[in-house]
């Protein structure tokens, strides 16, 4: 089954501690990208990639960090998480990014 | 800057048609796209227009005008389960992979 996973769903968290969440697609897209989604802001890029080992900025990277070391993964690390940074995060992937984008089931993420 | 501008909230009543409209201020872009997303869900696609005009998949219809920087989506003989948010978003030219999203529109449908 084509799909995109994201570990772990859920995840409370105090401030400074740092984290990774992963995201796996087993689609051979070329294309992946992190979002964060806080009410009444809808869905806002964080970083995303175009291949491995390259990756470039969103509309807001501050506080985040990314990797693409393999073309089916692409985890986002928060070194110093702050409360600001308490959203759902959503990992997502596609052939082109004009193209049908796939998205995870998300993460909840709260940092107190 | 380039942004989506949808309307927060849209309430229609079962067996209806609905359309969300999208207006942008982009210079320039690849196609539009739409996305739902139930309460708790992920986004998922439902269409994409790169041309100007009219794709339709079964109950659903999407609409592009580049000359009028504007775009919708119509949703016919509603159904209950098409409460949700629904998402126009933009490829520009100018940001190589990058995805510029609307807010986002609460469709709400009553019986």
């Known amino acids: 089954e084509a799909q995109v996973t994201q570990n772990p769903r859920y995840l409370i968290t105090v401030t400074g501690k740092k984290l990774t969440v992963t995201c796996s697609q087993n689609?051979?897209?070329?294309?992946m990208s992190w979002y964060r989604q806080d009410p009444g802001l809808g869905l806002r890029q964080i970083y995303y990639?175009?291949?491995?080992?390259?990756?470039d900025k969103g509309d807001v990277p501050e506080g985040y960090k990314v990797s693409r070391k393999e073309k089916r993964n692409f985890p986002l690390i928060l070194e110093s998480p702050s409360p600001n940074q308490t959203s759902l995060y959503f990992c997502?992937?596609?052939?082109?990014?004009?193209?049908?984008?796939?998205f995870g089931p998300g993460t909840r993420l709260t940092v107190t | 800057g380039q942004s989506l501008e949808q309307p927060s909230e849209v309430t229609a009543v079962e067996g209806a048609i609905v359309q969300i409209n999208c207006t942008y201020q982009?210079?320039?872009?690849?196609?539009l796209s739409w996305y739902q997303q139930h309460d708790g869900g992920a986004p998922t696609f439902l269409s994409y227009?790169?041309l100007d005009g009219l794709e339709e998949t079964g109950r659903f219809s999407s609409f592009l005008s580049r000359s009028d920087s504007y775009g919708y989506l119509l949703l016919q003989e509603l159904q209950m389960k098409d409460s949700a948010s629904y998402f126009c978003?933009?490829?520009?030219?100018?940001?190589?992979?990058?995805?510029?999203w609307g807010a986002g529109t609460k469709l709400i449908i009553k019986p």
């Open positions: 227009n790169a």
């Open positions: 978003a933009v490829s520009p030219m100018d940001s190589n992979y990058q995805l510029i």
């Open positions: 997502a992937s596609s052939l082109l990014s004009g193209g049908e984008q796939y």
């Open positions: 990639s175009m291949n491995v080992e390259v990756t």
């Open positions: 689609m051979n897209h070329e294309y």
């Open positions: 982009t210079s320039g872009f690849y196609g």
